[in-house]
């Protein structure tokens, strides 16, 4: 029976920063395989300190391995104030490291620190890895239901 050796890396996780807008991106194509038309950078540069002041990054061995974009915002009714996941992405290189817990983590964290009310994210009903992810995290299904009207090209 032969044994893998896998080397952990350390991880530190800290608040994004605008220099870390093509490691996202980098990390984004690496995930999904496609340069997207539409990139972050507005989303990051326009908003940091304020509506994606809870978004982070994770490095390892000195690069930006993962993040997670998130917002203060206000859903639901009663209306009340919350942290929304927007996106959370781990280089796969990093994958089965932890990254992605402690992000989320670092979020909840931060969150409480805020006084706010829940943290919420959308997932698709067929992403069983990401559901799976977030139930261990303490996330249970909420009463809300994502209604889409999509038009065509």
């Known amino acids: ?13 800290r608040p994004m920063e605008p220099e870390d807008i093509d490691s996202i991106l980098a ?3 690496k995930i999904t395989g ?28 000195g690069e930006v391995a993962g993040f997670i974009l998130a917002r203060r915002t ?29 992000l ?3 979020l909840l964290d931060t969150c ?4 706010l009310n829940a943290v919420r994210i959308m997932v698709n009903e067929r992403d069983s890895q990401l559901q799976g992810l977030f139930q261990r995290l303490g996330f249970r299904r909420g009463k809300l239901i994502d209604y889409t009207k999509t038009f065509e090209s």
């Open 1 to 13: 029976m032969t044994t893998i050796e896998r080397r952990e890396s350390k991880i530190r996780i």
């Open 27 to 29: 990390i984004d194509r």
């Open 34 to 61: 496609v340069r997207r038309a539409i990139t972050y950078t507005d989303l990051i540069t326009g908003d940091l300190g304020g509506a994606l002041d809870l978004s982070f990054v994770a490095e390892a061995n």
């Open 74 to 102: 206000y859903v639901g009714e009663p209306v009340t104030e919350v942290g929304l996941i927007q996106i959370l992405g781990v280089d796969p290189d990093y994958w089965h490291q932890g990254i992605a817990s402690k």
């Open 104 to 106: 989320v983590n670092a």
């Open 112 to 115: 409480q620190s805020k006084q």
